[in-house]
């Protein structure tokens, strides 16, 4: 296989221990503070605006948009004159969250891979990729546009075979044998995705138990849940046009080989609606580090890979339901990340933010002290308009230059837009919109927004804090100032 497929192969190790929402919370970092260089931005303006239909938005006419006969929907992309192929998956886990576990779906990918891999190695050029997004996963081949019909029809294969109960077994094994113990990063991202969303910790973090305890029925299950095409989307951009009639059959052999199970599927007919994580049933009430409605840190005990290493993470749900509201949080994020290690993940509807931090076991509750303050600090301050217009590019530009990277795949953007639109008739200009109110904001407004949600002491309540990798000695100097569940 080919340099693609490998590394689909590690982000798919990572899912073991991480998967939805938390593995991109720690973007497997090991070792160091993730933050990024501040903005030098120029004075003056003189520079040229931007087209924000330019940006991140490919000169794509409207899909084709079809319903196969298993249930999937199919979002078809023309390009005329590509070279390439690109076919992408879409496969919600938010929908069965409560039922399924990191360590079942970690098995399910596995079985998707071994297979998948097989079929393509026959084809030349083929690549694998797989990663997870916000509530789904994604499956996503790539070769030549030549090759458009062999590669339909080793993904129909794929999906029709990987269920087999000998080949889940299988993968279950080698997930089993690549386990290793979680960084604390990792177990405190699960911990606080786990609290949020108010998801079972088992569904974000799989430890070797979970895996040891899997029988042949719960797999079987795991993948009927997450592989049922009712739920799922097709996403291909290919320079084919899907009439012809050997990419016609092709795709409705994907259609038939691929089939619907008896008792599943979610009923719902939106892709938007189905592909994202939704808002819990429930807000939090709580705030930081304050003297009335101070909230408890949630401790996560696990065996991680080394001692001392203790990680905090604070976090929240920020509501999203607007492309303004989405692009004040992600300049926000932009910003700070310039000097604390804080994520943006955005699902939609609703957004989660994280701060990650490294607490020393001379001081912990100093430590978790200063960064509030740093936060408190950016939130009150107000930004010039230079500077935030200047991040709002820089942002945008790496959107551009990793769209460029991955081989101008536009179904991975449509995967992106799906998360920007709000509902399916806005996919299409999803992009542009985003970048048009990027390029829109003024200060008042990215303070006023950091104020009101990146604020854990005077800002909007909803605050949690999750941690990992405490030993006996944290935790009674944590104690001394700060209630905690273990």
Known sequence: MTRRSELGSRRRARLLVAMSLAGALTGGCRCKQDTLPPVVFEQGSDRAPIDPNSVLAPPWEPPLVAQLDNGAMLHWLREPQNLAFHARVLLPISISADKLSAAATATVIEAIELRLAGRLRRIQDAELDIRSRPGRIELAIHGRDSDAELLLEAL???????????????????????????????????????????????????????????????????????????????????????????????????????????????????????????????????????????????????????????????????????????????????????????????????????????????????????????????????????????????????????????????????????????????IFVALARDAQAMLELEPEQVRAYMAKWFDPQAGEPGWVWVGAGIDDNFKAKLEARIRLYQ
Not at 253 to 279: D, H, M, N, Q, Y
Not at 333 to 347: F, G, K, N, P, T
Not at 389 to 418: F, K, M, N
């Open 156 to 426: 129909a294969e794929a999906l029709a075979e990987a269920g087999d109960a000998k080949l889940l077994a299988v993968a279950q094994g080698k997930v089993l044998a690549r386990h290793r113990a979680a960084e604390a990063s990792s177990l405190a991202a699960a911990g606080l995705v786990s609290v949020l969303l108010e998801h079972p910790v088992a569904h974000d973090y799989a430890s070797k138990q979970d895996l040891v305890d899997l029988s042949k029925n719960r797999l079987e299950r795991a993948w009927t849940m997450i592989t049922d095409p009712r739920d799922a989307l097709v996403i291909v951009h290919s320079g084919h046009d899907p009439s012809d009639p050997a990419i016609s059959d092709a795709v409705t052999r994907l259609g038939s080989r691929w089939k619907a199970p008896l008792g599943f599927g979610s009923g719902k007919p939106a892709v938007t609606e189905r592909l994202r994580e939704s808002p819990p049933k429930k807000a939090q009430t709580t705030y930081l580090l304050t003297e009335t409605r101070a909230a408890p840190m949630r401790i996560f005990m696990g065996k991680t890979e080394r001692s001392g290493q203790a990680v905090v993470m604070l976090g929240r749900l920020i509501p999203t339901p607007t492309p303004e509201q989405r692009t004040l949080a992600r300049i926000s994020q932009r910003i700070m990340q310039e000097s604390l290690d804080a994520r943006l993940l955005v699902a939609g509807p609703i957004s989660l933010l994280a701060v990650r931090v490294r607490i020393s076991s001379t001081d912990p509750v100093t430590d978790l002290e200063q960064i509030i303050a740093r936060m408190q600090a950016f939130s009150a301050e107000t930004h010039p308009g230079a500077r935030i217009d200047q991040a709002a590019q820089l942002w945008l530009g790496a959107r551009v230059v990793e769209a460029s990277l991955a081989g101008e795949d536009w179904t991975a953007l449509w995967s992106e837009s799906i998360d920007l639109a709000g509902d399916d008739r806005e």
